[in-house]
Protein backbone atom coordinates (compact mmCIF):
# COMPACT_ATOMS: atom_id res chain seq x y z
CA UNK A 1 0.00 0.00 0.00
CA UNK A 2 3.23 2.57 0.51
CA UNK A 3 2.89 3.55 -3.41
CA UNK A 4 6.30 4.52 -3.54
CA UNK A 5 9.72 3.30 -3.83
CA UNK A 6 12.71 5.24 -2.16
CA UNK A 7 16.55 4.02 -1.55
CA UNK A 8 16.91 2.22 1.51
CA UNK A 9 20.06 5.05 2.41
CA UNK A 10 22.10 8.04 0.93
CA UNK A 11 24.62 10.19 2.32
CA UNK A 12 25.64 13.97 1.79
CA UNK A 13 28.03 16.25 2.76
CA UNK A 14 27.66 18.86 4.91
CA UNK A 15 26.79 22.06 3.21
CA UNK A 16 26.01 20.41 0.09
CA UNK A 17 22.30 19.65 -1.84
CA UNK A 18 20.63 16.85 -0.14
CA UNK A 19 18.15 15.19 -3.50
CA UNK A 20 16.33 12.47 -1.94
CA UNK A 21 14.75 10.74 -5.23
CA UNK A 22 10.61 8.71 -5.31
CA UNK A 23 9.53 6.79 -7.44
CA UNK A 24 5.65 6.64 -7.57
CA UNK A 25 4.80 5.52 -10.77
CA UNK A 26 1.23 4.05 -10.06
CA UNK A 27 0.23 8.03 -8.95
CA UNK A 28 -2.75 8.90 -9.85
CA UNK A 29 -4.12 12.58 -11.48
CA UNK A 30 -5.78 13.79 -7.88
CA UNK A 31 -3.00 11.75 -5.57
CA UNK A 32 -0.67 13.94 -3.81
CA UNK A 33 3.05 13.90 -2.69
CA UNK A 34 4.06 14.29 0.81
CA UNK A 35 7.50 14.08 2.36
CA UNK A 36 8.24 13.67 6.07
CA UNK A 37 11.05 13.14 7.95
CA UNK A 38 11.36 11.47 11.01
CA UNK A 39 14.48 11.73 13.71
CA UNK A 40 15.62 9.22 15.75
CA UNK A 41 12.62 7.44 16.86
CA UNK A 42 10.90 10.99 17.05
CA UNK A 43 7.64 11.71 15.33
CA UNK A 44 7.76 12.43 12.04
CA UNK A 45 7.70 15.97 10.83
CA UNK A 46 6.54 17.46 8.21
CA UNK A 47 8.62 19.07 5.09
CA UNK A 48 6.24 19.42 2.21
CA UNK A 49 3.66 18.42 -0.23
CA UNK A 50 2.59 19.06 -4.35
CA UNK A 51 0.36 17.77 -7.04
CA UNK A 52 2.02 18.56 -10.01
CA UNK A 53 4.35 22.15 -9.78
CA UNK A 54 7.10 22.28 -8.27
CA UNK A 55 6.87 23.62 -4.59
CA UNK A 56 9.33 25.23 -2.18
CA UNK A 57 9.34 26.28 1.60
CA UNK A 58 11.75 27.67 4.00
CA UNK A 59 12.81 23.76 4.44
CA UNK A 60 13.27 22.51 1.30
CA UNK A 61 11.84 21.86 -2.70
CA UNK A 62 9.89 19.01 -4.14
CA UNK A 63 10.47 18.54 -7.86
CA UNK A 64 7.75 16.55 -9.55
CA UNK A 65 8.24 15.27 -13.04
CA UNK A 66 5.77 15.95 -15.51
CA UNK A 67 4.58 12.76 -15.70
CA UNK A 68 4.44 12.57 -11.87
CA UNK A 69 5.99 8.84 -11.66
CA UNK A 70 9.05 10.19 -9.62
CA UNK A 71 9.31 13.18 -7.49
CA UNK A 72 13.17 14.96 -5.89
CA UNK A 73 13.02 16.58 -2.48
CA UNK A 74 16.03 18.76 -2.15
CA UNK A 75 17.71 20.01 0.86
CA UNK A 76 19.58 23.28 -0.20
CA UNK A 77 22.45 23.12 2.24
CA UNK A 78 22.24 20.17 4.34
CA UNK A 79 23.14 20.05 7.94
CA UNK A 80 23.99 18.01 10.58
CA UNK A 81 20.62 18.24 11.95
CA UNK A 82 19.07 16.98 8.61
CA UNK A 83 20.48 13.53 9.38
CA UNK A 84 17.11 11.52 9.70
CA UNK A 85 14.71 9.37 7.99
CA UNK A 86 12.77 10.72 4.80
CA UNK A 87 9.02 9.42 4.04
CA UNK A 88 7.81 9.89 0.53
CA UNK A 89 4.34 9.50 0.95
CA UNK A 90 1.68 9.52 -2.20
CA UNK A 91 -1.99 10.44 -0.13
CA UNK A 92 -4.92 10.15 -2.00
CA UNK A 93 -7.01 13.14 -1.80
CA UNK A 94 -10.29 12.40 -0.58
CA UNK A 95 -13.03 13.78 2.24
CA UNK A 96 -13.17 9.94 3.01
CA UNK A 97 -9.40 8.63 3.34
CA UNK A 98 -7.10 10.46 4.83
CA UNK A 99 -4.46 8.11 6.13
CA UNK A 100 -1.02 7.88 5.17
CA UNK A 101 0.89 5.23 4.05
CA UNK A 102 4.38 4.82 4.76
CA UNK A 103 6.80 3.01 3.32
CA UNK A 104 10.61 2.34 4.87
CA UNK A 105 11.90 5.35 3.80
CA UNK A 106 15.33 7.08 2.96
CA UNK A 107 18.55 6.93 6.01
CA UNK A 108 20.11 10.19 5.11
CA UNK A 109 23.04 10.79 7.03
CA UNK A 110 24.74 13.83 6.24
CA UNK A 111 28.48 13.67 6.81
CA UNK A 112 30.92 16.47 8.47
CA UNK B 1 0.82 26.78 20.36
CA UNK B 2 1.16 23.49 21.42
CA UNK B 3 1.61 20.55 19.20
CA UNK B 4 0.26 16.58 19.41
CA UNK B 5 0.86 15.12 22.83
CA UNK B 6 0.83 11.95 24.11
CA UNK B 7 1.04 9.89 27.10
CA UNK B 8 2.63 8.30 29.02
CA UNK B 9 6.27 8.74 27.43
CA UNK B 10 6.71 4.75 27.91
CA UNK B 11 4.95 1.62 29.50
CA UNK B 12 6.03 -1.79 30.26
CA UNK B 13 3.42 -4.42 30.57
CA UNK B 14 3.43 -8.26 30.14
CA UNK B 15 1.87 -10.53 27.76
CA UNK B 16 -1.71 -11.04 27.77
CA UNK B 17 -2.34 -7.30 29.67
CA UNK B 18 -4.03 -4.18 28.35
CA UNK B 19 -2.19 -1.28 27.45
CA UNK B 20 -4.15 2.51 26.80
CA UNK B 21 -2.31 5.34 25.47
CA UNK B 22 -3.29 8.81 25.18
CA UNK B 23 -3.52 11.49 22.72
CA UNK B 24 -4.30 15.35 22.77
CA UNK B 25 -4.49 16.83 18.93
CA UNK B 26 -3.63 20.70 18.52
CA UNK B 27 -6.14 22.64 19.47
CA UNK B 28 -8.84 22.93 16.99
CA UNK B 29 -7.92 19.93 15.27
CA UNK B 30 -10.94 17.43 14.89
CA UNK B 31 -9.12 14.22 13.15
CA UNK B 32 -6.60 11.81 15.11
CA UNK B 33 -4.92 9.31 13.81
CA UNK B 34 -2.85 6.27 14.91
CA UNK B 35 0.15 4.56 13.83
CA UNK B 36 2.27 1.55 15.12
CA UNK B 37 6.19 1.33 14.05
CA UNK B 38 7.93 -1.71 15.22
CA UNK B 39 11.68 -1.19 15.48
CA UNK B 40 13.59 -0.99 12.08
CA UNK B 41 10.12 -0.38 10.52
CA UNK B 42 8.09 2.15 8.86
CA UNK B 43 5.03 3.86 10.01
CA UNK B 44 1.83 1.17 10.17
CA UNK B 45 -1.53 3.08 10.04
CA UNK B 46 -3.82 2.15 12.66
CA UNK B 47 -7.03 3.98 13.18
CA UNK B 48 -8.10 7.03 12.11
CA UNK B 49 -11.21 9.06 14.26
CA UNK B 50 -12.74 11.86 13.23
CA UNK B 51 -15.46 13.58 15.39
CA UNK B 52 -15.69 11.24 18.00
CA UNK B 53 -16.49 8.68 15.11
CA UNK B 54 -13.64 5.88 13.85
CA UNK B 55 -13.61 6.64 9.92
CA UNK B 56 -10.85 3.95 8.90
CA UNK B 57 -8.74 1.01 10.38
CA UNK B 58 -5.69 -0.27 8.86
CA UNK B 59 -4.73 -4.11 8.94
CA UNK B 60 -4.59 -5.09 12.45
CA UNK B 61 -6.43 -7.35 14.72
CA UNK B 62 -9.63 -6.36 16.72
CA UNK B 63 -7.41 -6.00 20.08
CA UNK B 64 -6.49 -2.74 18.89
CA UNK B 65 -9.10 -0.37 19.38
CA UNK B 66 -9.75 2.89 20.51
CA UNK B 67 -12.00 6.06 20.45
CA UNK B 68 -12.41 9.91 20.58
CA UNK B 69 -13.65 12.31 23.34
CA UNK B 70 -15.92 15.06 22.36
CA UNK B 71 -12.92 17.07 23.27
CA UNK B 72 -11.30 15.54 20.18
CA UNK B 73 -8.71 13.32 22.39
CA UNK B 74 -8.11 10.20 21.67
CA UNK B 75 -7.31 6.75 23.73
CA UNK B 76 -5.62 3.78 21.96
CA UNK B 77 -6.25 0.56 23.44
CA UNK B 78 -4.55 -2.87 23.13
CA UNK B 79 -6.25 -5.87 24.93
CA UNK B 80 -4.36 -9.50 25.33
CA UNK B 81 -0.69 -7.98 24.53
CA UNK B 82 1.40 -9.84 22.43
CA UNK B 83 5.32 -9.73 22.39
CA UNK B 84 5.30 -7.81 18.65
CA UNK B 85 3.08 -5.23 20.13
CA UNK B 86 6.13 -3.69 21.38
CA UNK B 87 6.46 -0.47 19.17
CA UNK B 88 6.30 3.23 19.03
CA UNK B 89 3.27 3.99 18.89
CA UNK B 90 2.49 7.20 17.09
CA UNK B 91 -0.74 9.85 17.36
CA UNK B 92 -1.17 12.63 14.44
CA UNK B 93 -3.62 15.18 14.67
CA UNK B 94 -5.01 17.22 11.31
CA UNK B 95 -7.60 20.18 11.48
CA UNK B 96 -10.27 18.25 9.73
CA UNK B 97 -11.37 15.74 6.55
CA UNK B 98 -11.41 17.62 3.63
CA UNK B 99 -8.87 19.21 1.85
CA UNK B 100 -4.52 18.35 1.57
CA UNK B 101 -4.05 18.63 5.41
CA UNK B 102 -1.15 17.40 6.53
CA UNK B 103 -0.97 15.55 9.86
CA UNK B 104 1.20 16.67 13.09
CA UNK B 105 2.99 13.88 14.86
CA UNK B 106 3.60 13.39 18.49
CA UNK B 107 6.33 12.61 20.14
CA UNK B 108 4.98 8.91 20.47
CA UNK B 109 4.06 6.13 23.62
CA UNK B 110 7.35 3.52 23.66
CA UNK B 111 5.17 0.55 24.39
CA UNK B 112 7.53 -2.38 25.41
CA UNK B 113 5.79 -6.24 26.35
CA UNK B 114 7.72 -8.50 28.36
Known amino acids: DAKTTQPPSMDCAEGRAANLPCNHSTISGNEYVYWYRQIHSQGPQYIIH???NNETNEMASLIITEDRKSSTLILPHATLRDTAVYYC?????????????FGTGTSLTVIP | EAGVTQSPTHLIKTRGQQATLRCSPISGHTSVYWYQQALGLGLQFLLW???????NRGNFPPRFSGRQFPNYSSELNVNALELEDSALYLC?????????????FGPGTRLTVL
Open chain 1, 50 to 52: GLK
Open chain 2, 92 to 104: ASSPGTGGYNEQF
Open chain 1, 89 to 101: IVRLRLNTGNQFY
Open chain 2, 49 to 55: YDEGEER
